[in-house]
């Protein structure tokens, strides 16, 4: 007969077909499938729409101390990729992480097909789209943006009976505003939100904050360079805590080579790094912030080991009423250390117990200024982790408890470690998307802080 067409494996078979075509003295085999839907539109118009499917098979194979990884897009011959894995680990020296592989239980659904999604995911979302266009459009102004949707399902498969399977939700809705030549306020502004599944998201009330800040840039004031008492919302401080959180390995720290390395030898675990209350926090059972509860590692670095994939995650706290309590540690690095076991996690929480909103926090200040975003993040000195970046999309000038205009964009150089240890005021705690890290780094609740002294380092012509 001709014609006829099989169904692709699924992860679950894909997993089992490689593990049993394995010959090394341990494998892992790890299947990740993304169903994503998207939408972007400019100047008051949708532009494009799509679905895309991709998955990707990673094969770890053990040979005695070593390791080696490979990993395809397609599995037109599954059994090649085993061997070349194998290949790699039998030409490799041994791995300095080298350890068991994690045991365990097979999840209940690991043999449930992937998790999909469609266009239709935006209906509510687009016909809010449509409307803003319109009002955009009568008052002179643009407005343009960009939405995602993608259910990711992760199958992990061990030679120690492990399985595991996950499906991660993750959505994001970017919108930018900008203001037409002869219209009232000036400039433009960003807003953007996480979501896991688009019913807690109102475009109307996205448009209507970008609507305000636009009116704020109707004046518009030039600033020198200097030092500004600032308030970063929680936007800007999800960019740069990410940014902190990336570089706490516990390994690198150890060494010598971070801002969380102690003089003289050792770690910075027990400073005290920021104000008394303030709590930074990773949960992968935190609901809106939920995300994969094991370890996954397609390869070994300072903050993951490809021995440790399938380990089982759980709450960590990094800090603790100011205090350096835990850094990233895999079980490699943990022995050498003698740490506990505190495994990288996809979320993060800064919590000071403030209840200030920024609303409130711009009218207790005096003289200030309130930043949109950040963006072009650069490290410039990983021994005190000093970044550097711009300004974008509003920068305004607080006088008196009130917004009186938009300023010029600015080069900043910070340090988000010394920014705790010099904070003036910690506000309310609330889920935010983070705006130079929006394709990697999603799950972010972060409070507004208030800096006495942000160093704007130059002026810049950005916008």
Not at 130 to 135: E, I, V
Not at 144 to 172: F, I
Not at 332 to 358: I, K, M, Q
């Amino acid at each position: 007969m001709t014609g006829l067409t099989s169904d692709p494996p699924s992860g679950a078979e894909l997993v089992e077909r490689a593990l049993s075509a394995s010959r090394a003295d341990g494998c892992v085999v790890l299947v990740e499938q993304s169903s994503s839907a998207n939408l972007r539109w400019a100047g008051n118009t949708l532009t494009t729409n799509g679905v895309t499917q991709g998955r990707a098979v990673t094969v770890v194979s053990v040979v005695g101390a070593s390791v080696g990884v490979r990993s395809a897009t397609t599995v037109d011959d599954l059994p090649a990729l085993v061997r070349a894995s194998e290949t790699a680990a039998r030409e490799a020296e041994p791995a300095e992480d080298a350890g068991p592989l994690v045991e365990g239980p097979a999840d209940g659904g690991f043999t449930d097909p992937a998790a999909q999604t469609s266009a239709s995911v935006f209906s509510r979302v687009a016909a809010e789209l449509g409307d803003r266009f319109r009002a955009a459009g009568s008052d002179g102004l643009g407005l343009y943006g960009y939405a995602s949707h993608e259910l990711s399902t992760t199958w992990l498969g061990s030679s120690t009976g492990l399985r595991r399977r996950h499906v991660q939700p993750n959505g994001y809705l970017e919108l930018t505003g900008k203001s037409r030549p002869g219209a009232s306020g000036g400039g433009s502004t960003w807003v953007g939100q996480h979501t896991r599944d688009w019913s807690d998201l109102s475009v109307t009330a996205l448009d209507a904050e970008v609507r305000r800040r636009l009116a704020w840039g109707a004046r518009q004031v030039e600033l020198p360079a200097g030092r500004y008492e600032t308030l970063l919302p929680p936007s800007a401080v999800a960019d740069l805590m990410g940014y902190a959180y990336w570089t706490a390995a516990g390994r690198d720290a150890a060494e010598g080579r971070t801002v969380f390395s102690r003089p003289g030898g050792g770690t910075r675990v027990g400073d005290q790094l920021g104000p008394a209350g303030l709590r930074l926090s990773s949960d992968p059972y935190d609901p809106p912030l939920a995300t994969r509860p094991f370890s996954v590692a397609s390869a070994s670095s300072s903050m993951t080991s490809v021995f440790d994939n399938g380990l089982p995650l759980g709450a960590t706290d990094w800090l603790v009423d100011g205090r350096l309590t835990a850094l990233v540690q895999t079980r490699a690095s943990a022995r050498e250390t003698g740490s506990p076991v505190t495994p990288y996690v996809d979320n993060l929480t800064l919590d000071g117990g403030g209840t200030a909103t920024t609303d409130e926090m711009v009218a207790a200040t005096g003289r200030g200024l309130l930043l949109t975003c950040l963006w072009y993040i650069r490290e410039v000195d990983p021994e005190t982790l000093l970044l550097t970046g711009l300004t974008r999309d509003g920068v305004y000038l607080v006088e008196d408890g009130e917004v009186v205009g938009a300023v010029n964009n600015f080069r900043w150089n910070e340090s988000p470690v010394a920014l705790l240890g010099r904070l003036a005021e910690v506000g309310r705690t609330s889920r935010c998307l983070p705006r130079e890290w929006s394709d990697d780094f999603t799950r972010a609740r972060m409070p507004t802080l208030r800096v006495p002294d942000f160093n704007m380092s130059s002026v810049s012509q950005a916008s």
